[in-house]
């Protein structure tokens, strides 16, 4: 591990420090458990090193090389026994988990910035996590919800999922995977991302908000309400979408979201999970304020 961070460092660091590399594992956020991801002192300088998973190396390595505003900076990669690892910028920051107003907006910043560059872009439509990938992981989520009229909204979800214009989107942007400071927000642990349908990655980080004090992620509803209409006006309005258009495509993706609990309650038949009926629920609710403002 030494060697192969020693090695990158030369190849990318005008300055390399002399001094020796001191290595400490990060902990989980939700367990404390230690993980495959190190914290790497080379004397003055903060790096990560990562086990890469799933598709981030692809990932930093198509749409990052180069640095980007939004992300860690990708400074190189190395494989061990048939296992890659690769080392980034050390990010610091609160995340997202206790939303804040400004917070919330260094974030859409961030997110805007990404999807700009990449909106509609074919040369990476295969990388990492594609359209044809998600699709089939979305039709298997649409197989387990056991609800007619959930059944029915979802069915609206999988033919607007297949013609919404596509960017770059991180699949799981949870609000611990964003980390906010004085001047930016960055995205991290990009493992399942791609060129996937715009609203997937907002959906995402709104969806799972609750304004109970004892969240896990807290966020307001005028939060999320404040979100979606600066996404609109900062990214989706000169893209020529009307926002009637927008609003009914992200409340389809909201729905996408309270889904997977619902669907877990199911396929595994735990109807008395805490999460299954909350999110059953939300998802009732959800549909029924769609259909009035349909209407």
């Known amino acids: 591990m030494i060697e192969a961070i020693k090695k990158i460092l ?13 290595i400490l594992p990060f902990r989980s956020r939700e367990d404390g458990a230690a993980y495959e991801v190190w914290k790497v002192t080379h004397g003055a300088n903060t790096y990560v090193w990562k086990k890469a998973k799933q598709y981030e190396l692809e990932i ?7 640095g980007i505003a939004g992300v860690p900076r990708f400074y190189g990669s190395a ?13 610091t920051g609160e995340d997202l988990c206790r939303c804040d107003r400004q917070s919330l907006k260094k974030a859409l910043d961030a997110l805007i910035g990404l999807q700009a560059r990449y909106w509609e872009n074919k040369e990476t439509a295969e990388v990492g996590f594609s359209f044809a990938k998600s699709l089939a992981h979305r039709n298997e989520r649409g197989a387990y919800l056991g609800d007619a009229g959930i059944e029915a909204a979802y ?23 964003v980390l906010v400071s004085e001047n930016r927000a960055t995205i991290i642990d990009w493992e399942l991302a791609g060129i996937l349908p715009y609203p997937t990655a907002l959906a995402r980080l709104l969806a799972h908000g609750e ?21 609109y006006r900062h990214l989706i309005e000169e893209k020529g979408i009307p926002y009637g258009e927008y609003r009914r495509t992200m409340d389809l ?43």
């Not at 069915?155 to 995977?177: A, K, M, W």
């Not at 595994?268 to 769609?290: N, T, V």
């Open 253 to 295: 993706f909201l729905l996408y979201e309270y889904c997977e609990w619902i669907m877990l309650g199911v396929k595994y038949r735990d109807a008395d999970m805490d999460r299954y009926r909350h999110y059953l629920a939300k998802a009732g609710r959800h549909i029924e304020k769609m259909g009035t403002a349909t209407r």
């Open 79 to 91: 494989c061990s026994h048939g296992t890659s690892y690769f080392l980034m910028e050390y990010v």
């Open 211 to 231: 304004e109970t004090e004892n969240a896990f992620f807290y966020m307001k509803e005028e939060d999320k309400s404040f979100a979606i209409d600066y996404y």
């Open 60 to 66: 930093y390595s198509a749409f990052f090389a180069d």
């Open 10 to 22: 030369k190849e990318t660091t005008p300055c390399t420090s002399a001094a020796p590399l001191e």
């Open 155 to 177: 069915g609206e979800f999988l033919s607007i999922y297949q013609t919404v214009p596509r960017t770059l989107c991180h699949d799981d942007l949870l609000p611990f995977n």
